[in-house]
């Protein structure tokens, strides 16, 4: 009787105190997935076949006998149209540019690194000769992710893959003197001076590792007089005719 009258008392105790048991620690927070996960990884899937051709067709011609000296990004010179896309598009973009520019052959010429670049976005990206409402053919965005571009399109994606790289690179407006429209390029830095990208008029003159192709890269400012003109920007300062 003694022992169940304990029992009893303890058990009352126990109900006026609460139930002093631990209670278990609530599970923390877990950190907050990425809401864009899903782009970042179809960027990355989208940039691997561009990214494997342009590494392949690279190695079978590399200008590993020029040098590896630039000057590196100008701030002044980045694109500025990221504040017109999405939240989606801006993630995609980065992680395009990200995965395109850690596959580039880090111990090549500042020419081959330049010539990569512009390989993947010629891969990526068709003229687009319909008319839009959007002005997505203008953006990197619009080049790498839905694979159209306008001449300002493959201008400004250079620049802000350049950008990514570290890479001088610098856009130029001029126009096309064969008809008189707006044209856009890029002046780029080598060991040796600067030099203008073409890489619409490239990436109409043929594929990628072609003679046609290297038409229009790197070329001085007395080769893009002959079809170019009324441009702000520049001079192209050196004299190496590596598209001959």
């Known amino acids: 009787m ?12 126990s109900a006026a105190l ?27 899937e989208d940039m691997a076949g561009p990214v494997s051709e342009a590494l392949r067709v690279l190695a079978a011609s590399p200008r590993d006998d020029l040098g590896t000296e630039t000057a590196p990004f100008d701030p002044d010179d980045a694109w500025d ?34 010539r990569y670049l512009a390989y993947v976005l010629c891969l990526c990206a068709s003229y687009d000769y319909e008319v839009r409402e959007d002005n997505l053919s203008e953006t990197p965005y619009g080049a790498l992710a839905e694979g159209r571009a306008v001449c300002f399109g493959y201008v400004y994606t250079m620049q802000y893959l350049c950008e990514r790289a570290d890479l001088y ?19 780029a830095m080598l060991p040796e001076g600067s030099y203008y990208m073409d890489i619409t008029w490239c990436d109409q003159y043929g594929r990628i590792g072609s003679r046609g192709w290297a038409e229009m890269f790197m070329v001085t400012e007395a080769r893009m007089e002959l079809d170019h003109g009324d441009w702000t920007g520049g001079p192209a300062t050196g004299e190496e005719e590596y598209w001959q």
């Open 2 to 13: 003694f022992l169940l009258a304990a029992a009893l008392l303890l058990s009352a105790c």
């Open 18 to 44: 609460g139930d002093v048991t631990p209670a278990a620690p609530e599970a923390s927070p877990s950190a907050s997935a990425d809401p864009w996960a899903e782009e970042r990884e179809r960027a990355r």
């Open 81 to 114: 149209g990221a504040e017109g896309l999405t939240e989606g598009q801006r993630a995609y973009l980065e992680a395009a540019a990200d995965y395109i520019v850690e596959n580039m052959p880090s111990e090549a010429s500042a020419y081959d690194k330049y």
């Open 169 to 187: 690179c610098e856009a130029i407006e001029g126009v096309a003197t064969w008809n008189g429209e707006d044209h856009g390029w890029n002046l």
